[in-house]
Structure formats: C-alpha cells, structure tokens
C-alpha cells in the first residue's frame, strides 16, 4: 500500500515553512500516521525530489489515544497521529499533517501547549482538600476524566485563542470533573472563575463536539457543569438510579 | 544538575537534589512493551554507567493479554477476564480453555505472571496452534455498553475486530519495570544527591507486582521522595551531580543497534529463562558491542543490558515474573534484592539482605 504523506516542515519557530512530500509504502492495513513517523525518522527515507528527509519532530507517548501529544492537523482537520489509520484518512491518496494553528510553533509538528496548562492554573482547578465522591457521579465524572487535554477542540473552536480569557472546552473538561466533587470551601470562587473562563466564552455552537478524539459526550458534559456552575443544581451530576442512561 | 528540554531544545541549570522519574524502561524494548514511547531507558542507562546501582533488573512484569497495534503492544485491561471474559488455545482443532482446567478456582483470574507463563507453555505444545484467543463473545450487551466500551471500541478501531462476535487474538507482552534505580527507603540512590521515585526505581515491588499497585510507587514513593529532598538539604551542597547527556537526541538516532540490543535481550528475558539462553544472550551481546564503534550513550545501553541478563543469571532460582526453567523452584536464600553495579567499567552482581521488617 502506499499513500503520500505531506509534512508541514520548519527547523524551528522562524524558519519559513514548506511542505515536504514522501512516498510511503506500508504493508498493514491498520498503519497509522504515527507510526509512519516513527519508521521513517528510525529508517530513513527520500522524499518525491529525491531530497533525504531529515527527522521529522512530533510528539509521541502511547500510541494508543490515550495521552494527546500527537495531536496536529490531519489534512486539514484536528485530530491524534496515532488515531489516522492512513488508509482511512487518504484523501486522493495524500495525508497532509501539519502542527496545530492556535499554538506557537516549535519544530514540524511540534506545538507548544503549555498555555492549556496555565490556563487550567489560573481557574486553580483542583482540589484544594480532600473529598469524596459518591457513587452516583461515577459514570460523568469517568466521561470527563478520558479528556486528553489534545487540544483538537480548542483548533476547532471559533472563540479560542491562546491569548485570550477564554479557556475552551479542554478546560471545560476538568472544571465537569472537578465540579462533580468539589468541597463546599473552593465553590464560590471555581464557580465564578468556571463563568468567566468558560461559559461566558462559549457560543455553545458545538463545533468541537464531533472533533475530540476521546469521543467525549461533551454536550452532556457541559449541561452539567453549567448546572452545576452557573445554575447552582448541587445534583447535576448526581445520575439517579432509576434514570440510568 | 544540567537538563535539556526535549521539545524546546532549552537547557537549565538546576542546584540541589534531583529526583529522577523517568518511568519504566520501554525503550530497552521498543515497539515491545505496553508503556509509551517516551521513556527511553536512556536516564537509567546514562545513570548506571556513572555508578549508581540497579536493583532487580531481572524482574519484568509480563502481561498477558495484549495485542499487536501499530507500533506498539497495546494492553487488554484484566476488566476483560474479570467481567468473564475467558482465554483458549486450539488444540487438535478445539478450543482448550487451559487456565479454567489448570486452575479450577480462580481460572482465568490467576495472577499475570501464572497466566503469562502458563500461555507461553500452552503456545510451545505440539498438539496446539501457537495462538491464544480471549473469547469475550459471552459478554452481555450490558457489560459492553458500561464498562467495557472502551476497550471495544479499542479492538474495532485497531484490530477490525469486533470481540461481541469474534475471538481475539492475544499474547504476553512486558507491561511493567519492577527493577530499577535502586532506592532506600527514603528514596535516595546510591549516588548522593540523586534520588528516585516511581516505576524508574526499585522500591516496592520486589519480584511481582499485582495490577492497579504501581500507584504505590508512583504517588506515595514520589510523595516520600519530596519529602526527603524538601528536608535533606545536606547532601545537596557537595553533591557529585551526575553528567547529563544534553546533545540533542533522540533515542531514534540509535533505533537499529537499540533493536538489535533488544532482541538479544528478549532472548534471555523472556518468560521462561535458563542458564543457556542466558548464556547465549550475553555471548551475542558481547559480539554485537564488539562488531563497530558505538557513542558513549549506547555504550551504555549495552552496560544496562548486560546488566539485566547478568542479574537473572545470577538468580538461579525461580520467583514471581522470573522463572528459570532449571530451578523451577523459588530458593529461600534467594530472598533478596539483586543489586547491580557498574564498577571500574564492569558489571558486578550481588544479593543484599532485605531490611528486616521486610524480610
Ligand atoms: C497501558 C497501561 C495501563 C496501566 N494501568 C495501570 C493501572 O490501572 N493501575 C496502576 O496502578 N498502574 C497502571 N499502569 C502502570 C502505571 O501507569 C505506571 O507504572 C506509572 O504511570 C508510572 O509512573 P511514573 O511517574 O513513574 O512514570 P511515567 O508516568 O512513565 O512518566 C515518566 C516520564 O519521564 C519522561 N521521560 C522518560 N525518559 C526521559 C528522557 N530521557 N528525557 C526526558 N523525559 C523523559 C517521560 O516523558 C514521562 O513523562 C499501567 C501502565 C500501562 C502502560
Ligand atoms: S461549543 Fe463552540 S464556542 Fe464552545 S467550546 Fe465548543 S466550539 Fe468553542
Ligand atoms: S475534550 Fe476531547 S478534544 Fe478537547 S482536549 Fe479533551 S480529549 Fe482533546
Ligand atoms: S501518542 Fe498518545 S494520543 Fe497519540
């Protein structure tokens, strides 16, 4: 089998990029983007003008959607390198990858996502003491916990940009899995900063509902923790039993 | 202590203790073991090599279902088994549901080093195919939809294989280091300044370890470690720091010699040891090193490997994941942790007496 990758490439944040193109031939059906990246940075190759192909940057870890670091653009759409089965993905037999666009550049496919981390400091979103979940939130607060923190929804989303007061739904994710056991003491304060930071941000036009790699049922999700934030419902993200989903 | 960030190319220099968690060892293994990608191997090579001692090296966890993906072993979590799921061979054309009839009690439930081992012998029978399956087709749509979607939807997007309707096929793949940086228990090292915490050290384990309790030594141990660096400024002051590789690297510069290493390294670790393939795994690392020049960082690689292999020589007796096919049996003089140690560029092998709340 054989498809043609395309490779936004950049030696670093200045250099202008420029995309380079490799034939690659892979035997597995099920290859995905990632691990393409891997073989070619392991064995080498030339690209379509015969040019070698100098290691492509990326980040990896599990190969398996379970950490977000090999998010990047997918011809044209956010989603994980090691969730791209290339068979799938081609579109006329190319896959372009490139880096995310909300976020500073490093190298090729490497982004800068420490923002999504500052930003989750700012909302001082954890616990500051200990508390306990009962049983109830279970199956929500499990939801909200496969969040990645990829940041596939924050390319997607119309209101987001690293710079501004608006966190996104990545935040939106661990403020639903914080608000389902927060204690009594951190709730005026993480309630206001759930308003400012997320939901009056939010047009809530779900553009990033479809996109999050994890399958996170993110419009559940936030009905809850809007309840729960902003509407004051202390139960919203008690199931009860009889209503089982 | 001079560190590098791998993304962003930034050095920093830091003063004071270090405490190093740099996870378990996968990339000794690439491509071979459940954990991800990033863990190189590289710090407890580099650290090694500079004198600070190894305990246990010998002893890795073998899971026993995990499946081919794409670059890597991916796990089939023991939910599988719990929620009923059941492993067979086919032998003479039928399935053979080996651990339900070995084991009558707790069948398939058996911990991961018995059911690893038990499907590496089942596999090596004449009369069987070299495959096991987990039949999880009696599963209810309950379990499925609830608790084990995940995992499904794992199997149909990776595999092409929907486990309500088919088998899957499953093989024992290395899930977890229990050997490592040796630490006391304070989690200092052997090297003064330096200490270590999480899977990256040898510390509570010992030759087994059951699922779930790597939290043990990733958040108490790395709650420990804090504390005793937050109070022992002592050491800091005149610390000997060891020497960071800060070249740009990536353990991918090196992936066919680190392949090679670690398919001579499979031969001698595998589930089933004996003094002869161990012996022949030491030969063919000795041949390889001997074949070219190699950077200092790989060399090493080939210190820790001979290390490892070194370390279940010596055990000549079987216990939790190590088992010697010539001492089937665990040997009590044997209760003791392997320390290994890199001296004068040599690899010395001894036993050290557990503490005696331990023992
Ligand atoms: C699939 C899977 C499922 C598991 N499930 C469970 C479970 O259910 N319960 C349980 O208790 N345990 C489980 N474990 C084990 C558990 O996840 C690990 O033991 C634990 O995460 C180890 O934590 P750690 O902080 O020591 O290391 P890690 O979490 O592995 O972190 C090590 C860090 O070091 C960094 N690093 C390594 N080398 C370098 C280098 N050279 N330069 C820079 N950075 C480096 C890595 O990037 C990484 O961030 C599971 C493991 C796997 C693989
Ligand atoms: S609903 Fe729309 S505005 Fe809100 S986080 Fe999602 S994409 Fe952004
Ligand atoms: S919500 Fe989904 S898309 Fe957004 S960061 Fe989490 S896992 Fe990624
Ligand atoms: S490498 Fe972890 S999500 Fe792709």
Redesign the pocket.
């Known amino acids: 089998m054989k498809v043609e990758l395309q490779i936004l490439r950049r030696a670093n944040a200045g250099d202008t990029p420029r995309l380079q193109k490799i034939l690659y031939e892979y035997k597995d059906a099920q290859t995905t983007a990632?691990f393409a990246l891997h073989d070619i940075n392991e064995n080498g190759c030339t690209d379509i003008d015969g040019e070698p192909v100098a290691k492509i940057r990326w980040m990896?870890?599990?190969?398996?959607?379970?950490?977000?670091?090999?998010a990047m653009l997918v011809n044209g759409i956010p989603g994980?390198?090691?969730?791209t089965i290339l068979t799938e993905a081609a579109q006329n037999g190319v896959v372009r990858l490139e880096p995310l666009r909300k976020f500073p550049v490093i190298a090729d496919l490497i982004v800068d996502r420490t923002v999504m981390m500052e930003n989750l400091k700012m909302m001082r979103a954890w616990l500051a003491e200990a508390t306990k979940a009962d049983e109830t939130v279970g199956e929500l607060t499990y939801d909200a916990s496969r969040c990645?923190q990829?940041g596939c929804c924050l390319e997607i989303c119309p209101n987001f940009c690293a710079e501004s007061s608006f966190f996104g739904m990545s935040a939106a994710m661990s403020s639903s899995r914080l608000l389902s056991v927060l204690p009594e003491s951190q709730k005026k304060e993480f309630f206001r900063a759930y308003r400012i930071h997320f939901y009056e941000g939010c047009g809530k036009s779900l553009a990033c509902r479809n996109i999050c790699p994890a399958g996170i049922d993110i419009e559940r999700l936030l009905v809850n923790s809007n309840a729960a934030a902003v509407w004051k419902r202390q139960k919203a993200f008690h199931v009860r039993k009889e209503e089982k989903p | 202590m001079r560190i590098r960030d791998s993304y962003t190319g930034e050095i920093t220099d830091y003063s004071g203790l270090t405490i190093i968690c740099s996870g378990g060892m996968n990339g000794v293994f690439p491509g071979m073991t459940t954990g991800t990608s990033q863990n190189s191997g590289h710090v407890t090579a580099t650290l090694f090599a500079q004198g600070v001692q190894l305990g246990n090296p010998e002893m890795l966890q073998y899971h026993p279902t995990t499946i081919g993906i794409s670059g890597k072993r991916c796990l089939v979590t023991e939910a599988a088994r719990g929620e009923g799921g059941r492993l067979y061979i086919l032998r003479g054309g039928k399935p053979w549901y080996f651990m339900e009839e070995l084991y009558p009690e707790l069948g398939n439930l058996m911990p991961r080093d018995v059911v690893a081992r038990e499907m590496f012998f089942v596999r090596q029978r004449k009369d069987s195919e070299n495959q096991v399956y987990l039949d999880l087709t009696g599963l209810s749509s309950e379990t499925w939809q609830h608790r084990l979607s995940d995992l499904r939807a794992e199997l149909l997007h990776y595999l092409g294989k929907d486990p309500r309707n088919e088998p899957i096929p499953v093989h024992e793949g290395i899930h977890y280091f229990m050997g490592g940086i040796d630490v006391d228990i304070q989690h200092r090292t052997s090297m003064s300044g330096l200490l270590a915490a999480g899977e990256c050290c040898c510390q509570y384990h010992g030759a087994n370890r059951l699922g779930g309790n790597s939290m043990l030594g990733a958040i108490y141990g790395g709650k420990i470690a804090a504390d005793t660096a937050a109070n022992d400024d002592s050491a800091a002051e005149n610390a000997p720091q060891p020497v960071t590789d800060n070249e740009p690297y990536a353990a991918e510069d090196d992936a066919k010699c680190i392949r090679d290493i670690s398919h001579i390294l499979l031969g001698g670790l595998g589930i089933v040891r004996d003094a002869e393939t161990l012996r022949q795994a030491l030969q063919s690392l000795h041949q390889l090193w001997n074949s070219r020049e190699y950077p200092v960082r790989m060399r090493n690689r080939f210190i820790l490997a001979e290390a490892m292999l070194l370390a279940a020589a010596a055990r000549k007796e079987s216990r939790g994941a190590h088992y010697r096919s010539d001492f089937p049996q665990t040997d009590p003089s044997f209760r003791k942790t392997t320390v290994a140690v890199c001296e004068n560029g040599g690899v010395q092998i001894r036993f050290r007496d557990l503490p005696e709340e331990e023992a």
């Not at chain 1, 994980?80 to 969730?83: E, G, S």
């Open positions: 990632a990896c870890s599990c190969m398996q959607k379970k950490c977000g670091a090999c994980l390198a090691c969730d990645l990829c």
